[in-house]
């Protein structure tokens, strides 16, 4: 039972470059999240899809594009990074925005920007 | 957004040592959770508890909603406890969750 996969595990990016980091569930759920964590900091919401076919802003959604591609996955695109950018990316997800369940996260991307 | 805070920010504990940490927020919520975080960064779910108490083992939990707040006990500690606890809340309506900064838990054989 795979949970919340997320690739890559770790990258390097050169300022100005671009990327898409993935993310794929397969326990059915309906809500799916992008988070960062910078060091010594808590998880902080960038993007979130409270079902397939919509996407809203989190906290610090500047710099950042999302896609639910279908109900498994959603990705997140870096159209032009910058070293501010440097972080640990986790992908969540949960049944569903009224459910009452808990998140569940994958391992995280750890993204340097160069 | 709903403000989030944990206490204490750091704590160092004996082994078989027990604790108490909190976590405070601002808003109502209709979602809490624990988490911890291992020292290889994995996120592991502890408790889903938006009200009342859950035990899991040598963990247990605790929100009172009305007063706004939530305690994580850790009794009989243990090496493997160590890492950062976090809370993690969402508000009523729009299902954003806010993170504290987390109480990172060294505990010493």
């Known amino acids: 039972n795979a949970g919340v996969t997320q690739t890559p595990k770790f990258q390097v990016l050169k300022t100005g470059q671009s990327m898409t980091l993935q993310c794929a569930q397969d326990?059915?759920?309906?809500?799916m999240y992008w988070y960062r964590q910078d060091p010594g900091m808590g998880l902080r919401l960038i993007y979130y899809?409270?079902?397939?076919?919509?996407?809203d802003k989190g906290e610090v959604p500047n710099g950042y594009n999302v896609s639910r591609l279908n109900k498994r996955e959603f990705s997140l695109r870096l159209e032009s990074a910058a070293p501010s950018q440097t972080s640990v990316y986790f992908c969540a997800s949960r049944s569903g925005i009224n459910s009452n369940q808990p998140q569940h996260f994958g391992d995280g991307t750890r993204l340097s920007i160069l | 957004g709903i403000q989030v805070e944990q206490s204490p920010p750091d704590l160092i504990l004996q082994e078989g040592a027990n604790s108490t940490l909190r976590c405070n927020f601002s808003d109502s919520v209709n979602n809490l959770q624990w988490f911890h975080q291992n020292p290889w960064g994995q996120l592991i779910n502890l408790f889903y508890?938006?009200?009342g108490t859950k035990q899991n083992g040598r963990l247990s939990a605790t929100t009172v909603a009305t007063e706004r707040y939530s305690l994580l006990y850790i009794s009989s500690s243990q090496t493997t406890d160590s890492g950062v606890y976090f809370c993690a809340v969402a508000e009523w309506i729009f299902n954003k969750f806010y993170f504290g900064s987390g109480t990172k838990l060294n505990v010493k054989p």
């Open positions: 508890i938006p009200s």
């Open positions: 326990m059915n759920h309906n809500s």
């Open positions: 899809s409270a079902s397939e076919g919509t996407t």
